[in-house]
Structures are given as C-alpha cells and as structure tokens.
C-alpha cells in the first residue's frame, strides 16, 4: 500500500459528516448520529465540497440524492470508517479483559490502599486490580498504568489530576511513649525519641516550620517506611507522617497524634492519562472518591 499524503486528506470532521449524511441517507438523520445540529453538518458537506472541488450531493429539492463521486465516496468512508471502528473495539475489549492497574507509593499502598481494598472487591468482583507500588513517578502509557496515586501539590505534565485526601504531616506516637497526656508543646516533644526516614530533608524542614529544633532530637533512623512505621508502633519513638496514612492506626487506638497543624497541602491525588478511560478505572476512581 503506497503511504498516505495526509495534506491531500480533508478534514477529518468534514469525511465523518458527509459519511454520516450518506449512510443515513440526510442531514437531519446525521446530525442524530452525530449529536449536532443540522446546519452543521451542511456546513461541513459543503466545505468536503469545495475542499474536493465537486458536488457530492444533487441539491435539486428531492430529498437527498449522491452524485458518483458521492456514491464512490461514501462507501469508501463506510468501509473505512467501520474497519477502524472494528479495530478499535477489538482493542478495548482485549484492554476490558486486562487487570486494571493502578501506581501508588509503597506507604501508601501498604498504610491506606490495602486496608480498603476489600470493600472495593466486595462491590465489584469482577474487576481484578493490579498494584503497582513504586516511589517513582511512572509514564502511563509506556508503563501500562490506568489510574495513579501521587504525593505533591496536583500539577503534572500530561495527565489530569483530582484532589483524594490531604497529605497533612501529623506527629504520631505509640501510646506506651506518650501516655495518656494530652497536651505536648515544642520543648515536651523535642525531649522524646523520634524515628524517621533517613535523608528526609522535607520532614526536618516542617518540623522547623512548627517551632521544633530537628538539632536537639534524639533520632534513630530508619531506610524503609514499613520498618518506620514498625518502629514508631513499638513505642521507639515520635513519627512524622501523612495524617491519612496514619488515621487506622489513630481509630484502633496503636497511635496518637500530638501534632496536627491542620494544613492543605501537600495532598494525595487522583491522576490519569487524557483522554477516554475504560469503564473499570471510571469504578474504581469512583470507589476511591467514595473512599475518603
């Protein structure tokens, strides 16, 4: 097949109308179909017309007629028309079959993802979730990704994003650390042991911001977020963390937190790629909406 010259091509939206208009034998009929007026599709006909420079339609008051370069051109449309139409839902079907995979961060896949994730199945278990935990961000089509859970302020390149839940940062500790008080300023919480992530500049930088000293604590640091949080559940020491990662263990009475300044941002978001999105991650971005 010899490559196509897409400057000799029309419009693309000007061949679907007059398609349209064609197989459905008039105007009225197409702009149904296509959900749009009358007069628009004429006036895309009209410019298919005067694009191609013929008549493709006998305008002689009779109700619709084709010329022969209309009849020829019609049915090439329909035929190609149908076999995109054809490849395309061969392509959707096999994707509806695949699982539907969603990126997070590991914390929050382990701390606010699997403790949920039942109460999605339990809805709808006919749509098998694939988790995909990673700390980088991935690139949605080249990667396979369906629906993301990212950590920042809700603007990224390429994709569109929903607010889920904020990301607050809280401080949390055991209760065989902190007792039953319920009262902590700056100085009482600097006196305490503390656990964290290592080289985690942004956590030294907000406790800065809410009048403790990161130079005066008592830090024992750990390489992992499964491990930190193990760590702070024993009773090893405060926790800085994202008050929606923390807010089970908070409910079942493992932590409590000394510390909420309330803020905005950052937050979790909902993010996918543009464009249509198949009907299993429409769900389950539902579900999730629902979730918080």
Same mark, same amino acid.
């Given at each position: 097949?010899? !490559?196509?010259?897409?400057? $000799?091509?029309?419009?693309?939206?000007?061949?679907?109308?007059?398609?349209?208009?064609?197989?459905?034998?008039?105007?009225?009929?197409?702009?149904?179909?296509?959900?749009?007026?009358?007069?628009?599709?004429?006036?895309?006909?009209?410019?298919?017309?005067?694009?191609?420079?013929?008549?493709?339609?006998?305008?002689?008051?009779?109700?619709?007629?084709?010329?022969?370069?209309?009849?020829?051109?019609?049915?090439?449309?329909?035929?190609?028309?149908?076999?995109?139409?054809?490849?395309?839902?061969?392509?959707?079907?096999?994707?509806?079959?695949? !699982?539907?995979?969603?990126?997070?961060?590991?914390?929050?896949?382990?701390?606010?993802?699997?403790?949920?994730?039942?109460?999605?199945?339990?809805?709808?278990?006919?749509?098998?979730?694939?988790?995909?935990?990673?700390?980088?961000?991935?690139?949605?089509?080249?990667?396979?990704?369906?629906?993301?859970?990212?950590?920042?302020?809700?603007?990224?390149?390429?994709?569109?994003?929903?607010?889920?839940?904020?990301?607050?940062?809280?401080?949390?500790?055991?209760?065989? $650390?902190?007792?039953?008080?319920?009262?902590?300023?700056?100085?009482?919480?600097?006196?305490?042991?503390?656990?964290?992530?290592?080289?985690?500049?942004?956590?030294?930088?907000?406790?800065?911001?809410?009048?403790?000293?990161?130079?005066?604590?008592?830090?024992?640091?750990?390489?992992?977020?499964?491990?930190?949080?193990?760590?702070?559940?024993?009773?090893?020491?405060?926790?800085?963390?994202?008050?929606?990662?923390?807010?089970?263990?908070?409910?079942?009475?493992? $932590?409590?937190?000394?510390?909420?300044?309330?803020?905005?941002?950052?937050?979790?978001?909902?993010?996918?790629? !543009?464009?249509?999105?198949?009907?299993?991650?429409?769900?389950?971005?539902?579900?999730?909406?629902?979730?918080?």
């Amino acid at each position: 097949m010899s !490559p196509i010259d897409w400057r $000799l091509v029309p419009p693309l939206p000007t061949l679907r109308a007059f398609e349209a208009a064609a197989r459905l034998g008039g105007f009225s009929a197409a702009a149904r179909a296509l959900n749009v007026t009358h007069a628009a599709v004429a006036q895309q006909v009209r410019a298919l017309e005067r694009d191609l420079g013929t008549s493709l339609i006998n305008r002689d008051g009779r109700g619709m007629t084709l010329t022969a370069d209309g009849e020829q051109l019609g049915a090439a449309l329909t035929e190609g028309f149908g076999q995109i139409g054809a490849a395309v839902g061969r392509i959707r079907a096999r994707r509806d079959g695949e !699982p539907l995979t969603v990126t997070m961060t590991p914390s929050f896949a382990a701390q606010w993802m699997m403790p949920r994730l039942w109460q999605f199945w339990e809805k709808h278990p006919e749509i098998t979730v694939s988790l995909r935990p990673d700390w980088r961000i991935l690139d949605f089509r080249k990667d396979g990704i369906d629906v993301g859970i990212r950590f920042g302020n809700g603007v990224w390149p390429g994709v569109n994003s929903e607010f889920l839940t904020s990301a607050r940062y809280v401080v949390a500790g055991a209760p065989s $650390l902190v007792g039953d008080r319920t009262e902590f300023t700056p100085a009482d919480l600097e006196a305490m042991p503390w656990v964290m992530e290592s080289n985690w500049p942004e956590g030294l930088n907000w406790l800065r911001s809410n009048g403790i000293d990161p130079d005066k604590l008592d830090v024992t640091t750990f390489p992992t977020d499964d491990l930190l949080r193990m760590a702070a559940l024993q009773g090893y020491g405060l926790h800085i963390e994202s008050a929606a990662l923390v807010e089970e263990d908070v409910a079942e009475g493992r $932590l409590r937190v000394l510390l909420d300044p309330k803020d905005d941002r950052p937050a979790y978001f909902i993010v996918t790629p !543009p464009g249509q999105q198949r009907e299993a991650a429409k769900t389950f971005v539902r579900w999730l909406k629902a979730s918080v």
